[in-house]
């Protein structure tokens, strides 16, 4: 959670530098982003593998290693579908208005809601301890109605 709430406020500085056509503010914002994503600062991607690992790490603990497959493919599909969107997205919100706060600040919108589907996930994950529900609902799940033997 600290590396998602460091990231929300990081785009709220982008955003407010963008509204405020404040370049320095927006290279600030950027760089909190940058620190959040990655200590080492790397040229691409910003290493995003920090929220990726805590990602997996709540996927290893409700899957237990079974089936695990498919939901570490569908996070990842979801993360180069976002942005892939946001890259197709904010030309096009942009020319709306010809004003860059407008795509920053709906960024800034979906970090918020990224962040808060982060803590409904985390709030689950407690419940499911404190009431016995972790791992019990996906041990009866087959992949495709398809049951594996042991040998």
Not at 131 to 147: S, T
Request: charged share 10%.
């Amino acid at each position: 959670m600290l590396f998602a709430s460091t990231i929300v406020t990081g785009q709220l500085v982008v955003a407010l530098g963008a509204q405020w056509k404040s370049y320095g503010l927006i290279l600030f914002g950027r760089l909190v982003i940058a620190y959040a994503l990655s200590h080492n600062f790397r040229a691409f991607s910003l290493g995003g593998e920090n929220i990726s690992v805590a990602i997996s790490g709540f996927l290893y603990y409700w899957y237990k290693g079974k089936r695990l497959g498919t939901p570490m493919a569908l996070v990842t599909i979801a993360s180069l579908l976002s942005s892939s969107a946001c890259y197709l997205l904010t030309p096009i919100i942009y020319n709306i208005n010809h004003e860059l706060a407008l795509p920053m600040w709906l960024a800034f919108l979906f970090c918020v809601v990224a962040f808060g589907c982060g803590l409904l996930v985390r709030y689950l994950t407690i419940y499911g301890e404190e009431h016995g529900l972790v791992n019990v609902l996906f041990a009866r799940m087959k992949p495709c109605g398809i049951e594996t033997r042991r040998t």
